[in-house]
């Protein structure tokens, strides 16, 4: 009796069509392996192929005629890696690569991590996850582009920037808005800027709309434009700042040296970082007395005659010998708006620095100016500088003090650059919300002797 009851319970316990739902199961499994397989036949026939001939060779005659043409495969396999091994990346390991990358970094736990992010949301019975429309994996930056849900902003997405950083085992995340309703997420798990780029030879005719300084982290070249621009350069001690002015300075040379362009330098501690180039300066004032005063003076007294002479015949100066593009560096500019003792100095050098970079850009007179502590105090004029260039800093305020606040939501964390990359940073200009992250050229102090000896100034 006890015994008849628990097997009627059983019974009861079991649906009715347990087989066939032990059938689907494994003929949708089976569909599934067929379907995977057939796709990875196509996607790898540099794979595929060859063990299809060694499939056959086996069944057509024997298997050790199979097991020979899979040893002599792998063989020629081996003997491509070795021989040539960057069309062997191309055609097999990439591919391999991004297909397992894809799948077991994103495709499989996407569900999960958007819902331990709280990046889902719970609608009746369901739960609503933002859909992965678009996946490319890089060698250095995947890119995946989202639909996010109804009721989601790029904000929400941004401040889960750093936890979807660890949940991809990336080291660096940056949240963009592709278009209204997509989100843009910029996965970093290599960083293709720890290399060390050398400076490279400059154009016989240089580009003043376009001078290359370095590269940027796609590994296209890095260009900036001078002509019609001031550039501001902010970094901690030892970030690159003179990196950065002297790849554009190399860049310069060709020009320097036809007489189209005039390097003004205002180097306030004592010419330590600028002297050894001297002879590619037209001017070169190295303390904050009257040599600099002497230096801005005269550049506001270029711009003002050129403005008499160019207003209502030309909207932007067209640098030639006669008139050359007028290239003012100030290494630290701290040095000359916050720690002048002299108050009548000070306001001079304000009301010349504020003439030189509202009125100075029209009339073929640029100003690059370098600052280590960009606090508003130090940096009022900073909106003045329509390219602004931000190294590694100390603070995450500095960063938005720099390149604004939007930029370091887009993944502008200047903070966290490590000390061994000197030159690296990020870019941000007047008129696009897009921040580069680059890498400046490495100049030695062989190469600006060779530069400083090559295009020397005309006389």
Known sequence: MVRSETRQRYETALPSDVFEQVVWAVLSGLSRL??????????????????AAC??????????????AFGAFLLLLVVWRLAFPRTF?????????????AWSVYREQWASVCALHGLTSQLNDSVLVPALQRLVIGDAVDVLTVRMLAGQ??????????ALAHAFGASLVRVRTAQPGLVQIEVQHADPLSQVVPVASPDDCPDLAAIRIGVRESGSPWF??????????????????????????AGLGPAIRDGLVQVWVVDPKGGMEFGAGHALFS??????GEATLALLRDAAAVLSARAERLRGVARQHVPDVAEPLIVVVIDEIASLTAYITDRKVKIEVEQLLGL????????????IACVQDPSKDVLALRQLF?????????????????????????????????DSLPGVGYVAEDGSAEVTRVRAFHVTDDDIAQIASNYRPPA
């Open 34 to 51: 067929v379907w995977m397989l057939l796709r990875w036949v196509v996607l790898f026939p540099m794979i595929s192929v060859p063990l």
């Open 55 to 68: 499939g056959f060779a086996a069944y057509r005659w024997d298997w050790p005629t199979g097991a020979w």
């Open 89 to 101: 990346r191309r055609w097999v390991s990439r591919r391999i690569r991004i297909r397992w990358r």
């Open 153 to 162: 902003s790029t904000t929400d997405w941004q401040r889960q920037s750093e």
């Open 224 to 249: 900036v434009r001078l002509i019609g621009r001031h550039l501001l350069v902010a970094g901690a001690t030892g970030a690159g700042k003179g990196g950065v002015v002297w790849s554009i300075l």
């Open 283 to 288: 001017r070169f004032a190295y303390d904050t």
């Open 356 to 367: 030189l970079l509202s009125q100075g850009r029209a009339v073929g007179v640029s100003a």
């Open 386 to 418: 329509p390219t602004r260039i931000a190294l590694r800093l100390t603070e995450a305020t500095q960063a938005a003090m720099v390149l604004g606040q939007a930029a370091r939501d887009r993944g502008a964390l200047c903070e966290l650059i490590p």
